[in-house]
């Protein structure tokens, strides 16, 4: 509340919102064969909601973690999103059931194949140029925080 009444006080609206990079998000190590991935951990509705919209750029080995309350066919859309995405769906074990390529700033939907614990979001193409395909298991997974 104090942070809106500065803002406020400096004159513009105290109801902004501030996007996820400004926020302060978990993140957790995966593997995805020889590859690393720091992803970032979106768990409770606000986090998942807010998403990767608005970024600007990110960096080749990071990604986003979409932990889900329970496993269900899940889509994702591009609202707002200013980057070019692929998109692995999981299931609870970490396994990649599809992978989706997404582009910025539409509302198509882009949805599980069979139901999924996780969504992996990544630069375009990252899965594909590194021979990372449906079947596969991301090591890691284990540690993600529970949904919220």
């Known amino acids: 509340m104090l942070l809106r009444l500065f803002i406020l006080f400096l004159g513009v609206s105290p109801w902004l ?3 996820a990079a400004a926020q302060s998000l978990p993140t957790i190590e995966l593997a995805a064969g020889m590859h690393r991935i720091e992803a970032e951990v979106v768990n409770t509705p606000a986090t998942r909601m807010q998403g990767l919209m608005n970024r600007e750029s990110m960096p080749v080995h990071r990604g986003m973690l ?3 309350d329970a496993e269900a066919r899940h889509c994702m859309w591009m609202k707002n999103t200013l980057l070019p995405l692929s998109v692995a769906f999981l299931d609870d074990d970490g396994r990649i059931l599809n992978v989706e390529e997404m582009k910025p700033q539409t509302l198509n939907n882009h949805c599980a194949a ?3 614990r996780y969504a992996l979001e990544m630069n375009a193409g990252w899965f594909g ?5 449906p079947g596969m298991q991301l090591r ?3 540690r993600a925080p529970p949904p919220r």
């Open 17 to 19: 919102t501030f996007p």
């Open 66 to 68: 979409f932990v889900f």
């Open 114 to 116: 069979r139901p999924a």
């Open 129 to 133: 140029s590194r021979g990372i395909k």
């Open 140 to 142: 890691g997974i284990d």
